[in-house]
């Protein structure tokens, strides 16, 4: 067909398509209009008027079939054909509601699951940044040599050369997380999160402010950065959106600062940490040149430029200055997208996740499979017929499909409100620091394609193998079974057992993984935590401003809180330490030599150091186990001394008795470590949890806080008073001292202990309501198929009771039948698990050195768990196959022999 003559059909088909019955009539008017002509035509020509009416007709070759050949040079018949399918599957499901519920509310647990972790995933991990064109954000920073995911701090010289000789960015700017400060105005004071940025933030962003101007690069070097920039929230709620609050003044940890600008509403960062509330300058000293730890880099790509190359300008720059240093072959530069850096820590367990979902849904597949091809053998008379009248197998096949289409169209429907009332749950119920981002979880576009996409899956995946089978139609068989009915052939019944050992066999995988989140949550229950303080209060203090600047004025604020805190009535113990257990590692870290020996690592040995009072380990209920605790001796004046946990000994000294021995502090200057001075070690304490049981073993070591106060520490109260009694007169005594330094993070030891296993009861729960579906929908396949192999088996077994086997007999062949299916799917879902432990490695199972993985104290070939999944399917299998298969048992001999 040449192209001008096709491009003069498309009216005609779009025509024929959305008006068809008009064009149907047309075709039909012009065919008997062109008949009659022919008619007068042959009477013209002397015949007869039946004579030439035979004649046209036979010129013509049928109306009917002459209008089909019409219809095919349309090429549209497949739409059609295609609607009437649906019509006609339509029409064959209303007279089976009950089958069609089943199928449907299966695939509508599949579908609200996936389109649940779906809409997590999309807004977490895929969606856009809420700024401009926010793919071209990228973060800029160093990372070791030897290992890219461990970040190196980068020198004050690199950052000024990538910030000013920098072709690959538009914009380049700097800033630190945001932390907890002091605001005191209008005569109160409350914690707010402040972030330090640079004056370029909000250029680099493209997010302008609402009303006055942002910083200017003086006020970014000391002395002149007390101007601050309110978020648009805090301005409406603290300040009541007063415009008059440009010029004026507050106070931020004692100082005074400037209000200069409102950001825009539109600004969020939604990070997983909190969003800030006041933006200060980023203030470095240029002539201090220290390195910019805690410093994180946020740049806009140019036109056209890529990460790739992005990436080598900055070596480029930042090699010389790293040679001038000495640390040529540690650290690389490295550019990353923005949006993935915020969001790569959750990415695996949100991914896990989405896989489990996934397994449900193709057991949602896996069993409507199973239930079509049944239905597909019950209706193969009818199909039988359809082909004896004409109609090919291609067109058997397309009409199974459109049902399964329409199905799967129904159970995406109903699963798209489950998945979205799902994902609103979920986002509800999990911890808050495991989702990365704070945004809202929609309904959008992406989502909507997802949910069609994994409708038109389920129906392909469920509906085809049925579709197929059902429509392999042997007219000679069939004539040969009768009025009997027809039976399945061996293939049919090998397909639906086949059908059912993969459902077992994906049922013990999740199952098998619900196990292992059970074993992983009760062994992080049970673990040594290495402290024992029921009941006892717990709060922090962080002190801010001029007046506490110096260590002494720390040491005297906190002396005087303790001894407030001491005078009150029904108070057991009262302490302090610059972190507690469970509480994050919130210690100094550092690195120490044993004195006198080489390093044991390039550095020394990496240590997390706590500065605690004397009675720190009796308040808490930690165990020394060797030397004595500190005392009100070890104060300044006094030798350094230090305690070590019983990690830190075993990694410094092994099986050596380490009292007595002397610490190196490792300075290093290029990483802003100052030196310190050397400790010597009296005692070694009982590991306490730092984070929670599904950690690394921290090394650390205790100092007492009298020789290394510092401004921030964590106190602890035990009373027998009750919380709600002790906790008001705990503030008054705070107050009393300083009434611009707010107690907050208020807990119990108890409370922090359930906040430290909340994310693995999240996990047990979620994972344990997946495998709990997936079973049952292993039970209605396990009980569809016994139900289809009795009834077909009925005859059988009738004729066998009457010829003498006994009915326990046959109810054995009816469960062995289900038991034969099932011991397979275990075999298969053994190897299946294994093998995806083995892939999953570090995704799933605690990594060492890092505060990562979703198991603890499990291992991939956990017997305990593969036992007690394998034994709850058995049992399944067995309850499943026991109603179906006594109706096989109660088979009536004369009605059998009657019927056959």
């Known amino acids: 067909m040449r192209p001008e003559h096709w491009l003069f059909t498309i009216p005609l088909r779009l025509r024929s398509l959305f008006r068809w019955a008009q064009a149907d009539q047309e075709l039909d008017d012009e065919l008997r209009d062109h008949l009659e002509r022919k008619i007068e035509e042959y009477v013209a020509q002397g015949m007869t008027q039946e004579e030439a009416h035979r004649r046209a007709r036979l010129d013509l070759g049928g109306i009917e079939q002459t209008k089909e050949r019409c219809r095919d040079t349309r090429r549209i018949n497949w739409i059609q054909d295609f609607v009437q399918d649906l019509r006609v599957g339509l029409r064959v499901l209303r007279k089976s509601p009950g089958f069609a519920a089943v199928v449907i509310l299966t695939l509508a647990l599949g579908i609200g699951a996936n389109t649940a972790i779906f809409s997590v995933l999309e807004s977490q991990l895929w969606r856009s940044l809420p700024f401009p064109d926010s793919e071209r954000l990228v973060d800029a920073h160093l990372v070791m040599r030897e290992n890219h995911t461990h970040w190196d701090v980068l020198p004050y010289r690199g950052y000024q050369a990538w910030r000013t000789a920098s072709h690959s960015f538009v914009s380049l700017s700097a800033f630190h997380y945001p932390s907890n400060r002091n605001l005191t105005a209008g005569g109160t004071s409350e914690r707010v999160e402040v972030m330090p940025v640079s ?70 960062f939604e990070y997983h940490l909190d969003e800030p509330a006041i933006f200060v300058p980023l203030s470095m000293d240029p002539y201090q040149q220290a390195p910019l730890r805690n410093t994180y880099l946020i740049a806009r790509l140019a036109p056209g430029v890529t990460r790739e190359r992005a990436r080598a300008e900055l070596s480029s720059l930042v090699d010389p200055i790293m040679k001038a240093e000495g640390r040529a072959s540690e650290s690389v530069a490295e550019v990353t997208n923005l949006r993935e850096t915020w969001t790569d820590f959750a990415a695996r367990p949100l991914y896990f996740f989405a896989g489990a979902v996934l397994l449900v849904l193709l057991i949602a597949c896996v069993n409507n499979s199973g239930l079509l091809l049944a239905r597909g053998l019950s209706r193969q008379r009818e199909f039988t017929l359809r082909a004896t009248l004409g109609a090919g197998r291609a067109a058997l096949v397309r009409q199974s499909l459109a049902e399964s289409l329409l199905l799967a169209l129904a159970g995406g429907t ?75 052939s061996r293939s049919q019944h090998k397909t639906r057992s086949t059908l059912v ?47 506490y600047a110096k260590p002494e004025q720390q040491q005297r604020y906190f002396n005087s809180l303790l001894e407030q805190l001491r005078l009150l009535p029904g108070n057991r113990e009262v302490t302090l330490g610059s972190g507690l257990p469970l509480t994050g590692s919130t210690g100094v870290s550092g690195t120490v030599n044993i004195a006198g020996r080489p390093p044991a690592h390039k550095y020394g040995t990496y240590v997390t150091i706590h500065a605690v009072a004397p009675n720190y380990f009796r308040g808490l209920g930690m165990r020394l186990l060797t030397g004595r605790p500190f005392d009100s001796h070890d104060d300044p004046a006094s030798t350094n001394v230090a305690i070590l946990n019983r990690n830190a000994a075993t990694e410094l000294f092994g099986a050596e008795d380490p009292l007595g021995k002397v610490l190196d502090f490792v300075a290093q200057p290029h990483r802003g470590v100052p030196p310190q001075p050397s400790v010597q070690i009296v005692g070694v304490v009982e590991n306490a949890q730092e984070f929670g049981a599904n950690e690394v073993p921290q090394v650390g070591l205790y100092v007492p806080f009298a020789q290394r106060p510092l401004p921030s520490a964590y106190v602890l109260v035990s009373s027998d008073v009750p919380r709600g009694a002790l906790l008001g007169p705990i503030r008054d005594a705070a107050y009393s001292l300083d009434k611009d330094q707010p107690i907050f993070d208020i807990k119990t030891m108890d409370d922090r202990i359930a906040d430290s296993v909340r994310s693995a009861c999240f996990d047990l729960i979620l994972v344990a309501c997946l495998a709990a579906v997936a079973l049952a929908l292993v039970s209605v396949g396990i009980l569809g198929t016994v139900a289809h192999f009795v009834q077909q088996r009925t005859q059988e077994f009738g004729i066998r009771i009457a010829l003498g086997a006994s009915p326990a007999h046959v109810l054995g062949q009816a469960i062995g039948r289900a038991y034969g299916m099932g011991i397979a799917g275990l075999v298969f879902g053994v190897a299946l698990a294994l093998a995806i432990g083995r892939i999953l490695g570090s995704a799933l199972y605690l990594v060492p050195h890092e505060h990562s993985g979703m198991l603890y104290g499990v291992k991939i070939y956990d017997p305990l768990s593969m036992v007690v999944a394998s034994v709850v399917l058995l049992a399944v299998l067995f309850l499943a196959s026991f109603l179906p298969a006594r109706r096989a048992m109660r088979v009536d001999p004369m009605v059998t022999l009657r019927y056959e």
Not at 238 to 263: C, E, N, P, Q
Not at 454 to 483: C, E, H, I, K, T
Not at 501 to 530: K, Q
């Open 414 to 488: 109903i699963g798209v409100l489950l998945g979205i009332w799902g994902a609103q749950a979920f986002a509800a119920f999990i911890p808050e620091d495991t989702l990365p981002r704070k945004t809202e979880i929609v309904l959008d576009a992406r989502v909507l394609l997802f949910c069609v996409g994994v409708s038109l899956f389920s129906a392909l995946v469920m509906g085809l193998m049925p579709a197929l089978l059902a429509s392999r139609v042997d007219l000679n068989y069939a004539l040969r079974q009768g009025a009997a009915g027809i039976s399945a």
């Open 199 to 268: 004056s370029t933030l909000f250029e680099t962003l493209q997010v302008p402010l609402e009303q006055g101007r942002t910083f200017l690069p003086d006020e970014e070097v000391p002395g002149n950065d007390h101007v601050a920039i309110l978020t648009h929230a805090l301005w409406q709620s603290r300040f009541a959106s007063d415009a008059a609050i440009l010029g004026k003044t507050m106070s931020i940890d004692g100082a005074a600062y400037t209000v200069v600008g409102i950001a825009s509403a539109r600004l969020r």
């Open 501 to 547: 050992i993969v459902e077992v066999a994906i049922g013990l995988v999740l199952l098998f993984g619900a196990g292992l989140f059970l074993s992983s949550f009760v062994g992080e229950e049970r673990a040594p935590r290495g402290f024992d303080a029921p009941g006892a209060l717990t709060f922090h203090v962080s002190l801010r401003g001029e007046n």
